[in-house]
């Protein structure tokens, strides 16, 4: 089932958003080289309970931390550790999910370690737009597959590939809800968008081909190729006309 939100729910999501954009801001600042990922979880979850909210990852169906943080070709649900130490040129996908008041908010965006390829430069812009792309395309009385067309597009004509057996999702009370949000597909297919419907939008897009595999720790899931990955996520409040986006990361 798909819930639509009244106006008390969007402002508390509305609320939480901000909460992350501001723990998004700080990591942000952190990353270079040197910095374990164990650090950036710890900055991540003392800042998250500074502002009276709650971690949405961390114990999710046994994820072990705070937020996901996946290097180069791991695609997303990297768990942190103090052996994963930051190299100059590497790319960082950072995942983070709060949970206040009963609601949970869910972005991602891919940065530079200090200075990178063109090759990882391009990747992360051609990631980025793809979730512009398909933003586009949310306003009511479109469809689901309206934006997996658009996103699956905007990545193939540069050559790159969507991940696609990770989706995007309905957002809410839960951290998953319906529908779910697929990066390729057909337009004008699937559930229509309604106003005060919030999604999470959320293209993986691999350098070479879009085959994954999971780690053997159960979470990491990683290019099967050994390309890189880059990864952008927004939490977004369907509108009769087009969208709000509730976490304005950047």
Known sequence: MINIKDQKQIKIMREGGEILKKVMDALKEE???GISTEYLDELASQLIKKY????SFLNYQGYPKSICTSINNEVVHGIPSSNRILKEGDILSLDIGIFY???????ALTLPVGNISEENRKLINIAKNSLLSGLKKVKEGNRIGDISYEIQKSVEEKGYSVVKSCTGHGIGRDLHED???PNFGKADY???LKEGMTLAIEPMVNEGDFQVQTDDDGWTIRTCDGKNSAHFEFTVLVLRKGYENLTPIS
């Open 101 to 107: 008041k009963g609601y949970h908010t869910d972005a």
């Open 31 to 33: 990353v270079k080289p």
């Open 179 to 181: 529908p779910a949000i």
């Open 52 to 55: 009276d909210a709650n971690p």
């Open 190 to 192: 699937g559930p229509y």
